[in-house]
């Protein structure tokens, strides 16, 4: 793209009434503009499935798109649906999201699953705030569900709209809230087409994290994710792996196994018993169910 460049300096050209109207059209236009020339194409993108969609936002949290790719297809393949996820055992569903990391995650959508179909006969709510009652969903997927599956017209703020609006409105500040954004976000939100409006904005903060310095740094809310190689996390899914792999097991054999000290091993364990991802029954682990 020719020109990747929109700014409006909120600091220093906003009025108490925020932003004026010909900026929002010239924004909603620029963000059009660009997704037309370079949005990119998923697969989640393509359905209108509230369950496959829903699959998408939780494998999506925390974990790079490209390892996404290559478990999506084979997890709807085995779960084509919430009565499929519904009667897995959290050993089967653990297999398939093996790479994805935050194994909870897994035990959040299979949980779902279940009270979709126990509680709303196999349809996916539109409301914010009963989807934020379901294990796993928090505001942002809560609203995201909203926008993607029903096209409702909500709010909301993830990583790379984050950066778009930091980039775009807020170029000389170095401390910006989300609670200075969001009100940015529902002035400019295209209320025709708002899930084709947030897949645009996600693209183009995709493409500043590749071509400018990242503007997240100046995020209020900016932290940096701590290495995987050997921490707690990569222990937790070697755990996980190993027990569904070999089946129960008892402290001394995991130990042997894994060749980690005894205090992260047992902390990890307690850990994952404590989330509902493992049942210690007279001193064995297995996988919950």
């Known amino acids: ?17 925020g932003l004026p109207t010909d900026v929002i059209e010239t924004f909603r236009r620029f963000i059009h503009l660009f997704y037309a020339r370079e949005g990119r194409a998923f697969p989640w993108r393509e359905t209108r499935d509230p369950y496959a969609i829903l699959v998408s936002e ?14 999506y297809g084979p997890f709807l393949e085995r779960f084509p649906d919430f009565q499929a996820l519904a009667k897995a055992g959290l050993n089967e569903v653990f297999g398939l999201w093996r790479g994805l990391g935050y194994n909870r995650r897994a035990k959040a959508l299979r949980d779902i699953a279940v009270r979709v179909v126990d509680e709303h006969g196999g349809r996916l709510p539109d409301e914010p705030s009963l989807l934020e009652t379901f294990p796993g969903i928090g505001p942002y997927t809560a609203r995201a569900l909203c926008a993607f599956v029903f096209e409702l017209p909500v709010a909301f703020i993830e990583t790379n709209i984050r950066r778009v609006y930091l980039h775009c409105f807020f170029p000389g500040r170095e401390v910006v809230h989300d609670r200075d954004i969001l009100p940015l976000v529902e002035m400019t939100l295209d209320p025709r087409e708002p899930r084709r409006w947030y897949y645009a904005l996600m693209d183009y903060g995709a493409a500043l994290r590749r071509r400018v310095p990242n503007p997240n740094t100046r995020s209020a809310h900016y932290t940096r994710q701590a290495p995987f190689e050997n921490s707690n996390r990569q222990l937790r899914g070697r755990l996980l792996a190993l027990l569904s792999g070999s089946g129960p097991m008892a402290p001394a054999s995991i130990l042997k196994e894994l060749q980690v000290s005894t205090e992260r091993v047992r902390r990890s364990l307690v850990e994952l018993e404590e989330d509902g991802l493992l049942v210690c029954e007279k001193g064995v682990y297995r996988i919950a169910e």
């Open 58 to 71: 939780l494998m999506l949290q925390q974990t790079q798109t490209e390892r996404v790719l290559t478990k």
């Open 1 to 17: 793209m020719e020109n990747l460049e929109f700014f409006f300096d909120l600091d220093s050209e906003a009025g108490e009434g």
